[in-house]
């Protein structure tokens, strides 16, 4: 018997950053996004060795523990152990036995949510194998507090939302940790044409998501008015765009994607940096009317929206920075489970 999942990564469109604490506790954040068909997958093998396997088939990294109630988390595999431990501390009580492989579609630091998409995926897997009674809401806050809380990892709320869910969302963060899924219903040819215009393209640059993000958080608690603003217009972004989107006003897109641009450079230092700046002067020289760098920023994927027929131009002049563009669909399903 293997138990297998996948969830999908995402790409945020607006309003990215303030789903971060505390300023999304303070002031609410708002963030819209979207799921592409690039995943996290999952796949739970029980054994009765009474040993515990950890194979990163995309990182070609295994790891062996025997079979206890706590793992240690201060490894390479730690994300791992952490999921397995909260598992066995509120759901089984008792140690498993079992060999988890993963395997993730873009490489750590990419900025599509990669480390929390993860979670998700081997929580689903976990669901699905032990019958746990667990909700697309519950999973997804579950994945939230093994990530900030036992992990200690720095972040924000949107991935595990958006990898469980799925789709196109809207969503809404406020104090004590809530969350409200809002889905979009947009038309379907708006859509076509919006993943025909939007290119992704991966700088080849990872980052530590950790530190922008504690910066970002610093700012927020000393009082920094130019940062706390600069995440109020990103609030005002994603309400830009969920209305561009659902009216069908694609033409804006840009324009609202450079927007928001502008603001988030100034959440924190580190968003940004010389290469990323040229790799966007780039892209508008070449006909592209704005963009963005996804997740926290410092490197990863950035995307651009290229009215027309400029994506073909805006994609070959990036070439010259030593990046690639990434193929890709949207896809409105999110964490699946199964057994095999």
């Known amino acids: 018997m293997i138990i297998r999942s996948k969830a999908p990564l995402r790409l945020s469109l607006a309003g990215g950053g303030s789903d971060v604490s505390p300023f999304s506790d303070i002031y609410g954040g708002a963030i819209l996004n979207i799921t ?17 396997t950890f194979v990163l088939a995309d990182r070609k990294e295994t790891c062996e523990f025997s079979s206890s109630g706590n793992l240690p988390v201060d490894n390479n595999f730690g994300l791992h152990a952490g999921i397995y431990n909260r598992i066995v501390r509120e759901f089984t009580g008792k140690p498993l036995s079992f060999r988890l492989t993963t395997m993730v579609d873009a490489p750590p630091g990419s900025g599509l949510g990669t480390s929390s998409t993860l979670v998700v995926s081997i929580l689903g897997a976990f669901v699905e194998w032990l019958k746990l009674p667990l909700g697309e809401y519950d999973i997804a806050h579950l994945a939230y507090e093994i990530e900030r809380n036992d992990l200690g990892m720095a972040g924000g709320k949107q991935d595990q939302y958006s990898a469980t869910f799925g789709g196109v969302n809207f969503m809404e963060f406020s104090n004590n940790n809530k969350v409200i899924v809002n889905p979009l219903r947009i038309r379907e040819d708006y859509l076509i044409e919006l993943s025909h215009n939007l290119l992704l393209y991966y700088t080849g640059m990872s980052r530590n998501s950790a530190n922008i993000i504690q910066a970002q958080q610093r700012n927020v608690e000393s009082g920094n008015e130019s940062s706390i603003q600069a995440m109020q217009q990103m609030k005002a972004q994603a309400l830009m765009m969920k209305e561009a989107l659902l009216k069908g006003n694609l033409e804006k897109i840009g324009e609202i994607l450079n927007y928001g641009w502008q603001y988030k450079k100034q959440m924190a230092d580190e968003i940004t940096n010389p290469l990323i700046e040229e790799i966007y002067e780039t892209a508008l020289l070449n006909g592209a009317t704005g963009g963005k760098i996804s997740g926290a920023g410092g490197g990863g994927f950035m995307a651009f929206y290229c009215p027309g027929n400029s994506r073909y131009k805006v994609a070959e002049a990036l070439l010259k920075h030593g990046g690639i563009v990434q193929p890709y669909e949207f896809t409105g399903v999110g964490l699946r489970a199964w057994t095999a």
Do not use: H, K, M, V
Request: glycine letters at 6%; hydrophobic letters at 40%; proline letters at 6%.
């Open 36 to 52: 592409l068909n690039l995943y996290a997958y999952a796949s739970i093998e029980p054994t009765t060795d009474g040993l515990i």
